[in-house]
């Protein structure tokens, strides 16, 4: 079950209002990096996850997440708030109304569509999805995703900080950020309790292929280091040994019934191509100013 508490998890004092800015805000609440997004994944996770630990930790960072989608949209909501009122009452003419909502970005759209209340889209107002949530189930994957998540969440806090000199949005969005990276500890830990954590699964990857680097974009900047270097890589250069690396003949083939490979002759056979032929085409026919060589007409 979910209980609230009135007080949010951390205070939001907005120095005043910006609709712009607002806009921007969005990002960390309907956003793929945002604080839904990273609710729902960990929730999700908690209902499946067989592990005692893991669970209460899912549960725990999840409900936090959502706590954080209360104080990032209050930060919108505050942004937002004179906007709301002068629309709503029609309190500005009717050309400094439309200047004001026009001040940044798409809060003109946030602004006439949502009445300056959060809503679930990102800063360029595309529409929350499930989408945005890529747990497949499996704690290792899972948990390297979360990490993956938080550091991207992370980022985005971070030029959000970036693009504000209001102290109180500042000191709010250092806490969410700061709170993500506790995260990335907590996931990294997790992981790392798993023993052994790589690769993910049960089936083994097979040993002719796990060591193997393959240099398939070849010519000018070629580079060495520590992820195609070493005792550990076979590195592979010569353009020979990178095709039908099984040591097979590099083809692809299946073996039908032979009423399905009759049908399928048939079809090859009414659909084959004359290399022979030169036909005059509807290019031939039309053909203009810069429209390079064609086959002549009068052949
Ligand atoms: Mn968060
Ligand atoms: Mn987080």
């Known amino acids: 079950m979910f209980m609230h508490n009135k007080k949010l998890m951390y205070t939001v004092q907005v120095a005043e209002p910006n609709p712009g800015l607002a ?27 067989e592990d005692a630990g893991r669970k209460d930790m899912l549960l725990d960072i999840a409900t936090e997440e959502l706590s954080h989608l209360e104080v990032i949209g209050s930060i919108v909501a505050m942004l937002n708030r004179g906007a709301k009122g002068k629309l709503a009452e029609a309190a500005l003419e009717e050309a400094d109304m439309y200047m004001s909502l026009n001040e940044g970005g798409e809060s003109h759209t946030t602004s006439i569509l949502y009445g300056g209340a959060p809503a679930l889209v990102n800063s360029a107002g595309v529409p929350w999805t499930a989408a945005y949530i890529d747990s497949i189930g499996d704690p290792v994957c899972d948990l390297r995703s979360n990490i993956a998540a938080e550091s991207r969440a992370k980022i985005v ?16 969005l250092t806490f969410l950020m700061t709170r993500e990276v506790a995260h990335q500890k907590s996931f990294e830990k997790a992981l790392y309790s798993i023993e052994p954590n790589f690769p993910p699964g049960k089936i083994p990857g097979h040993p002719a292929h796990a060591d193997t680097y393959y240099s398939l974009s070849q010519g000018e900047g070629e580079a060495r280091g520590p992820w195609n270097e070493g005792e550990q890589w076979d590195y592979v250069d010569d353009r020979e040994a990178q095709a039908a690396v099984d040591g097979g003949d590099g083809t692809a083939s299946v073996k039908l019934p032979k009423a399905e490979a009759d049908a399928v002759k048939d079809f090859a056979a009414r659909t084959a191509s004359d290399a022979e032929a030169n036909p005059v085409t509807g290019a031939d026919l039309g053909a203009g100013p810069g429209a390079g060589k064609t086959t002549a007409l009068d052949e």
């Open 157 to 172: 806090y971070e030029r959000l900080i970036n693009v504000t000199d209001d102290a109180g949005i500042k000191d709010a």
């Open 23 to 49: 806009t921007l805000m969005l990002e960390q609440f309907g956003g793929p990096q945002g604080e839904l997004a990273a609710a729902m994944r960990y929730f999700t996770q908690a209902l499946g996850e």
